[in-house]
């Protein structure tokens, strides 16, 4: 696994519930197939800028450090929790409220493999400019969303 898809992991994986610990993480990632260390685990984390918050119950690593404006890419990053295609489209799912953030960059980047969005409040929806190239507009899409 690349640190690109391991970070999509972690983001998966941090977005989709509470993960109490590194090591509650790391043997989520260990059941997807990616072994870490906790050295690069914590790494990891500080590049997304994920940050452990106390609350009911214990605590739990979130994707936004209170009080800190991440750079726009970071912030982008960190609202996307999945990017899947079919054979014609590829839907980007994000934390609610964030899709019209999300559409507005990808359509201000005028991707030449991107005829259009259209954003809903969690979901964006992107036409590729030709289905012959979706891979490759899948690829382009987590490169410029995810962390690397």
Do not use: H
């Not at 890419?73 to 964030?98: F, H, K």
């Not at 030709?130 to 899948?138: E, G, I, K, T």
């Amino acid at each position: 696994m690349t640190k690109t898809e391991r970070i999509y992991a972690i983001r998966k994986i941090i977005a989709s519930g509470a993960v109490a610990s590194q090591e509650e993480l790391r043997r989520s990632l260990t059941g997807q197939g990616c072994q870490v260390t906790q050295a690069t685990l914590s790494r990891d984390l500080k590049d997304l800028g994920a940050s452990w918050v106390p609350g009911p119950g214990g605590g739990r690593y979130t994707l936004t450090t209170p009080g800190v404006i991440p750079p726009l890419n970071t912030l982008l990053g960190a609202s996307v929790t999945d990017i899947a295609a079919n054979e014609t489209l590829v839907l980007i799912r994000t934390l609610p409220g964030a899709a019209g953030t999300v559409a507005e960059f990808i359509d201000s980047r005028r991707f030449p493999e991107v005829l259009g969005t259209v954003a809903g409040d969690n979901t964006v929806l992107v036409i590729p400019a030709s289905v012959r190239r979706l891979a490759a507009l899948r690829k382009l899409l987590k490169e410029k969303l995810l962390a690397k």
